[in-house]
T-cell receptor, first 115, second 111 residues
Framework: SAVISQKPSRDICQRGTSLTIQCQVD?????MFWYRQQPGQSLTLIAT?????????ESGFVIDKFPISRPNLTFSTLTVSNMSPEDSSIYLC????????????FGPGTRLTVL | GDSVTQMEGPVTLSEEAFLTINCTYT??????LFWYVQYPGEGLQLLLK?????DKGSNKGFEATYRKETTSFHLEKGSVQVSDSAVYFC??????????FGTGTRLTIIP
């Protein structure tokens, strides 16, 4: 299995600002994913980030709002831009460990509150 | 599109009770199926998985069997403990694609 860390673990931000979340993996992985978990809700995929190519965004999510970087096989960042209270969520990164079955391991999450 | 339907919660049980959390899915093809668990204040952890029909995934006393004929993957445990209190998510996935999650079921075990 992979060990995944995220920074920050939580933050409280003001409306209109931006926050960059980091995701670090202890081994090289091809596919990384960013999910959002709104309060009391299930997980929704924001985008898929492969090293060396642009991130692929799901319907309802756009690059201007959630820019993603994937500079190497062990690291990725997600930026939440021009935040509003509706962006208050837990943001999780995950990595695909077994591509045959899409087994994914998740980071501990970043709990974001926007005032 | 693909979807996962989970038994609505919250579910409250007494310690040592039998647990079933229902999960059914809709998908084109034959996905892998997963149960993830989220303990209070923690991230999502893979609990068990099954990759083909009739496979049984098991871990920590939990079991789930991939039933193609009923498109189900119900989670069971014979005797729950207080430490099992968490939110449980059923999910499906195809290789190199996103996971599709159910809405989650909050389980509370009372001593």
């Amino acid at each position: 299995s992979a060990v995944i860390s995220q920074k920050p673990s939580r933050d409280i931000c003001q409306r209109g600002t931006s926050l960059t979340i980091q995701c670090q993996v202890d081994s090289q992985v091809t596919m990384m994913f960013w999910y959002r978990q709104q309060p009391g809700q299930s997980l929704t995929l924001i985008a898929t980030a492969n090293q060396g190519s642009e991130a692929t965004y799901e319907s309802g999510f756009v690059i201007d709002k959630f820019p993603i970087s994937r500079p190497n096989l062990t690291f990725s960042t997600l930026t939440v831009s021009n935040m509003s209270p509706e962006d208050s969520s837990i943001y999780l990164c995950s990595v695909e460990w077994d591509s045959s079955y899409n087994e994914q391991f998740f980071g501990p999450g970043t709990r974001l509150t926007v005032l | 599109g693909d979807s996962v339907t989970q038994m609505e919660g919250p579910v409250t049980l007494s310690e040592e009770a039998f647990l079933t959390i229902n999960c059914t899915y809709t998908a084109t093809g034959y996905p892998s199926l997963f149960w993830y668990v989220q303990y209070p204040g923690e991230g999502l952890q893979l609990l068990l998985k099954a990759t083909k029909a009739d496979d049984k995934g098991s871990n920590k006393g939990f079991e789930a069997t991939y039933r193609k004929e009923t498109t189900s993957f119900h989670l069971e445990k014979g005797s729950v403990q207080v430490s099992d209190s968490a939110v449980y998510f059923c999910a499906l996935g195809f290789g190199n694609e996103k996971l599709t999650f159910g809405t989650g079921t909050r389980l509370t075990i009372i001593p």
